[in-house]
């Protein structure tokens, strides 16, 4: 097992560089505007935020698989199950939002190279 020094918090990362961004007038991104050393860092903790969330609804999924029993016996409630669905559901769309954020980010700095 390997331990790390510093936590990579890639969501809250994101969150924090989000505000950072230039707008249009239609409240969209204006990636050409935008700072690519930011893009960039954007564009990691996306992909970062994307892959915890795809491989944690996996791990819920193999959980609620082996937890069938107990979900059918009603040891673990149905109200539970279904909070969950909609968590990941949400989840669901949240990594397809980052996917999105970070495939226009990695276009816009397709030529720019962090020193």
Do not use: W
Not at 8 to 34: S, T
Not at 43 to 66: K, P, Q, R, S, Y
Request: glycine share 8%.
């Amino acid at each position: 097992m390997t331990y790390r020094t510093e936590a990579h918090r890639p969501m809250r990362d994101l969150l924090g560089r989000l505000p950072l961004l230039p707008l249009i007038k239609k409240q969209d991104i204006d990636f050409q505007a935008a700072d690519p050393t930011l893009l960039v860092s954007i564009g990691d903790d996306a992909e970062t935020t994307m892959n915890t969330i795809h491989h944690g609804i996996g791990a819920i999924g193999h959980l609620l698989a082996h937890s069938a029993v107990a979900i059918e016996d009603g040891t673990v409630g149905a109200e539970s199950i279904e909070h969950l669905g909609y968590l990941m559901a949400e989840l669901g769309d949240l990594a397809a939002g980052c996917m999105t954020l970070a495939s226009r980010c990695r276009r816009e700095t397709a030529d720019f190279r962090l020193l």
